[in-house]
């Protein structure tokens, strides 16, 4: 190999792992003009753009959703996205723990609600139940205090008029 | 020497290790495509993509490039998850290696841009494995390639790319200690009390510990020493094999008792791969490794 190309491989990898160091410690140049917007783009492509902050400084609390499906006719059910399938569930908890972020929460709360309303046909309201897992600590623990899950947020949403299916038995 | 030691192995054993986890994790998720990516899915297209740089790769450029010859979103999504696997599978062998390293990163950065809501540890670092896998010479030894001659020149050299690979890793470990040491759960271990007891990854009925915490805080201790110290010790050969046993039952234990698995898994490829064959195969088997291999 050519010493020319070498001495280019070594700049690139050291330039590649000031990145990667940069990003690691969330320094980072104004992304919305250039350099940084195409650091930040070389960044993303190749991952050098990650930072490393995995259940740090602390352990975030897990948020779950609960789905109240309501019938037109007949009693109201609950339903959630878990699929009992390890890795898919995994993913699906991290979904949910954007919703600990204010802006994402009616967003994230109406594709839900749309899976909901695609997944049963017959609802005609469905109310996102979001609550967080409230931990006490090991001292708290061991003088009695458990674990519960507070409500947090609520909303409803409504089928459009449009989408609405009609009763079964008035079906021909 | 820097760059002195026999470097295609390692970088070989990272190609395998990164495809294996990858494909595993393909075969995990394979039963919620539709769920996890589909333009109906959990966290629509419409809302996904809100969060995406317009330049970004995503599932919805397949479908709006292939709805004109009849293709659905639910076949555009499956076209990107087949095209993922059989990549991965080519990656594994080595077959057209840098082909399929690049197929394998575009593929899996749309997909992971279009369930980005979904992406977590294992999603990042598999992004940054297959941009190594497609720069790097991953492909020059145990592959099909090598067996056939059909190696393509080394756009990164095998010595620097290693070395690229080791320091990446040590700066990931670095500053993942770095930032949990910034709080005071890792340090009193409520983090270790916190992790266990979320109902996402409790494994086993550990409340037990909340009457033990010294042994959480000396696990929460270790966690900081083992991340933190594996940017120091992890060169040094006296302290590299320690380091990557560390490291290794670290992650063993993140899987048992968190359920991470396939995160654990990929991590362990990282160290074993790349720093865990120096370690462990000695002179001798180095020189028999390299004589079999030519």
Known sequence: MGSRRLRFAIGW???HLIAVATA???????????????VRAYGDLTGAANNYGFFAPAVASQIRARFLIAPAEGPSSVDTLEV????????????LSFFGVSEAQDLLARSWAA??????????????????????????YREGKRPQWVEFYRGVFARAARDRRPPVSSLP | MLFGEPSLVPLALFRMGVAGVLLAQAVAVS???????GSHGVVQWSIGEIVLRGWQPRIGWVARALAPFGVSDAGAMLAVFLANVTSLLALGLGYRTRTAALLAWCSDTALTNTGGFGAYGLSAFAHVALFYCLVCPVGSRLSVDARTGRCPPALVPAPVALRLLQAHVAIVYLASGI???RGPQWWNGEAIWRAVMQPQFAQHQLTWLSGAPVVTRLVGLSTLVVEIGYA???????????????????HLGIAIFLGL??????????TASLFGYAAFAGPWRRRSVSAWLG
Not at chain 1, 84 to 95: G, V
Not at chain 1, 126 to 131: E, F, L, N, S
Not at chain 2, 232 to 250: D, E, G, K, N, Y
Not at chain 2, 261 to 270: E, G, Q, R, T
Request: proline residues 7%.
């Open chain 1, 115 to 140: 899976t909901m309303f695609g997944k049963h046909p017959e609802a005609v309201t469905v109310t996102v139940v979001a609550d967080t897992f409230m931990l006490p600590t090991m001292r708290e």
């Open chain 2, 31 to 37: 039963p919620d495509l539709s769920a996890l990516f």
């Open chain 1, 84 to 95: 009992r399938r390890p890795e898919t569930d995994l993913r699906l908890n991290t979904m």
């Open chain 1, 24 to 38: 690691a410690a969330h320094l980072s140049l104004d992304s919305s003009k250039p350099p940084g917007n195409l």
């Open chain 2, 232 to 250: 120091l010790f992890i060169w040094p050969r006296a302290t590299r094999r320690l380091w990557v046993m560390a490291t290794v039952a670290l």
């Open chain 1, 13 to 15: 990898a050291l330039a």
């Open chain 2, 261 to 270: 698995w396939l995160f654990s898994a990929m991590m362990i490829v990282l």
């Open chain 2, 179 to 181: 930032e949990k040491a």
